[in-house]
């Protein structure tokens, strides 16, 4: 049986940002929770209180982790707001939790997705750049070199930010892939195992983009970005393509579009003949994505590809005519090493994709890899890879456009995309910023509705239950009518 560790909260209700901040220092672990009244004997335990004492309140933490023990306590004024409390009891926490393991996060007690949004808060109400990066450094305890990537981040994106109301984005989903990588938990299905879902699949997705289409023309929407994504549209046939983007075309206008872009991640579905189908229907930006250039690692993670092929697959798409590509990376996957990210890195930047994403692995419970911890990478090993590509992308001419960070992430690290001037993805940035409409359109899409607040409209994560509730869900996209009528 393995260890258990619980979390036991003791006169609040801040749960939530509690076990965000344990997380930090205890990437996946999955506590007990235990609120008030809940007892527990787990052999870990973090204990979080807060009490009114007289005129102030009393905020304690009490901790046995791993054979240490530590306890601490603050005091603050009556009158403190819940907010203020909140963030005062994570400090406390944070603080705790890196003096008994002797680790700083790199981001600090920074729990957020989007640190660049908050860069940009603080510019927008008037701080200067380095006064915004160091306030939010002091602030959240973020080191130096993160706090200046995302203030070098949101610089860059700063002229891309501003946009007319009736701008949106529109993301196209095709959730198949030749095979399911191991690290993956994204809404993507073998075609060994859905394959036969396909052709079905694609004529509810043209039935949803007309609707889509109809909508849009109704609501007075220009749609400024295209994002083709998945799991990994090229697995389709060119013919299929074709199909697809000559459904959307023939649905939706799309002669105020700035950025068309198509994931062609898996060098082994790409052709020629599907890029040629790509290019001729209006796809300008597209992604082919080694991961890794080490052919042991690509075994490792389950890829039926080699290294030459991801040169072959570069070659064909320049040759296809497409002059903005870009290749995502991947720090610390299973038996990868800093040297061998370190040639990855220079062989693609020898390339010369217009970007380049650096990802840090994340690990996510649908994933096989979160069943076997040996197989992850060191967490100092990421930090390395990072590290390296940060300052050699920057030499090299790429600068860092977007950036955001996910649960279960080695070394509490961050998603990077990089990119030559006047190459930046403005889907990429518009996507993170949240300032932007995004309309999704199959299986496991989101659409993203923003006004004062944002509303959110998911649609159903398996093919199979696409298809089969199709009508229920296109119910629910009266919704994005709603949202523009009373607007």
């Known amino acids: 049986m393995g260890q258990e560790y619980a979390l036991v909260f003791r006169g609040h209700g801040d749960a939530y940002e509690v076990q965000a901040t344990a997380k930090l220092f205890l990437p996946g672990v999955r506590f007990q929770l235990c609120p008030d009244g809940v007892e527990t004997a787990a052999e870990h335990r973090i204990l979080t209180e807060s009490r009114q004492d007289g005129a102030e309140i009393c905020q304690t933490v009490d901790i046995t982790l791993h054979g240490k ?4 306590s603050q005091r603050l004024p009556a009158g403190a707001s819940g907010a203020e409390q909140e963030f005062k009891l994570c400090r406390l926490l944070y603080e705790s939790l890196r003096e008994l393991t002797g680790y700083t996060p790199p981001w600090g007690m920074l729990t957020g997705i989007r640190p660049v949004r908050l860069v940009q808060q603080a510019l927008d109400a008037g701080l200067a750049p380095e006064t915004a990066m160091q306030e939010l450094a002091a602030h959240y305890s973020i080191s130096e070199e993160k706090s200046r990537l995302a203030l070098k981040t949101a610089l860059v994106q700063r002229p891309f930010l501003t946009h007319a109301p009736e701008e949106i984005g529109l993301y196209i989903a095709i959730p198949f892939c030749p095979t399911r990588c191991s690290y993956c938990s994204f809404v993507s299905h073998s075609v060994e195992t859905a394959g036969k879902l396909i052709p079905a699949y694609l004529e509810k997705l043209c039935e949803e983009l007309r609707i889509l289409g109809e909508i849009i023309r109704r609501a007075g929407l220009r749609v400024q970005t295209v994002y083709l994504g998945g799991g990994t549209p ?26 068309f872009t198509a994931e062609a991640g898996r060098p082994d579905t790409i052709t020629a003949g599907k890029l040629a189908a790509l290019k001729a229907n209006g796809v300008t930006r597209i992604s082919v994505n080694p991961q890794t250039m080490q052919d042991s690692v690509l075994a490792a993670i389950g890829r039926r590809h080699s290294a030459e092929d991801v040169r072959e697959a570069f070659r064909l798409t320049r040759a296809a005519g497409f002059d903005d590509i870009n290749m995502d990376l991947i720090a610390g996957l299973p038996t990868d090493t800093a040297e061998g990210f370190a040639e990855t890195l220079r062989e ?30 060191e967490a100092e090993t990421a930090v390395q890879m990072t590290a390296f590509a940060a300052e050699a992308l920057q030499e090299g001419g790429w600068q860092p456009y977007y950036l955001y960070r996910q649960k279960n992430t080695l070394g509490n690290l961050e ?7 006047g190459k930046e ?17 199959g299986c496991g899409a989101s659409t993203k509705l923003v006004g004062t ?26 919704e994005i009518v709603r949202f523009y009528a009373e607007k």
Request: contains cysteine; proline residues 3%.
């Open 234 to 259: 090229t697995v389709l046939t060119a013919e299929q393509l074709t199909a697809l983007l000559q459904c959307l075309r023939a649905c939706i206008a799309l002669e105020d579009v700035k950025e």
């Open 348 to 377: 693609v930047m020898g390339l010369a994709p217009e970007s380049i994403t650096v990802h840090t692995l994340t690990v996510k419970r649908a994933a096989a890899l979160y069943r076997d911890s040996t197989a992850f990478a």
């Open 425 to 441: 993805s403005l889907y990429n940035i518009l996507i993170m910023d949240e300032t932007q409409t995004i309309l999704g359109a």
């Open 453 to 478: 607040d944002i509303t959110r409209i998911m649609n159903y994560k398996y093919p199979y239950e696409y298809i089969e509730r199709f009508e229920k869900l296109m119910e629910k996209k009266q």
């Open 69 to 72: 023990q530590l306890r601490r």
């Open 415 to 421: 998603n990077v995309g990089y990119a030559r001037p």
